[in-house]
């Protein structure tokens, strides 16, 4: 058998798999901790699925909506990052790094049981 007549008989064969694996973006949004905003997001990729690099990067930040921090693990540092976003709004590249990196969202370490445990044996011996 020749390799054209091949690939044809296992297309033929994949066919009846493929809409178990093409299933619709709304089903995944279904799911998703914020459907809303899923949604929104793929609204905003069909939008500016034409534009490439920088011009695509400031096409998502205009059409994606904003985060919503009730829903998020960590309420206060999700708002934290959402100023920081937009305070560096506008900026690309280095600013950006620079900008996001001079007001980052900190997060709180929490200390370690295993060393505060040796520090508190290394004290008392």
């Given at each position: 058998?020749?390799?054209?007549?091949?690939?044809?008989?296992?297309?033929?064969?994949?066919?009846p798999?493929?809409?178990?694996f093409?299933?619709?973006?709304?089903?995944?949004?279904?799911?998703?901790?914020d459907?809303?905003?899923?949604?929104a997001?793929?609204?905003?990729?069909?939008?500016?699925?034409?534009?490439?690099?920088?011009?695509?990067?400031?096409?998502?930040?205009?059409?994606?909506?904003?985060?919503?921090?009730?829903?998020?693990?960590?309420?206060?540092?999700?708002?934290?990052?959402?100023?920081?976003?937009?305070?560096?709004?506008?900026?690309?590249?280095?600013?950006?790094?620079?900008?996001?990196?001079?007001?980052?969202?900190?997060?709180?370490?929490?200390?370690?049981?295993?060393?505060?445990?040796?520090?508190?044996?290394?004290?008392?011996?």
């Amino acid at each position: 058998m020749n390799l054209a007549k091949q690939l044809s008989m296992l297309a033929a064969a994949a066919l009846p798999w493929l809409p178990a694996f093409a299933q619709p973006v709304a089903d995944d949004c279904a799911r998703a901790r914020d459907p809303a905003r899923c949604e929104a997001r793929q609204a905003a990729l069909k939008t500016c699925s034409e534009a490439r690099g920088r011009e695509k990067a400031a096409c998502l930040e205009a059409n994606m909506p904003p985060v919503d921090c009730n829903r998020s693990d960590n309420p206060a540092r999700c708002e934290a990052a959402q100023k920081a976003r937009e305070a560096c709004k506008g900026k690309t590249g280095s600013e950006l790094k620079k900008c996001m990196r001079d007001d980052p969202p900190r997060k709180k370490k929490k200390p370690r049981p295993i060393r505060a445990a040796a520090r508190q044996a290394a004290g008392a011996g």
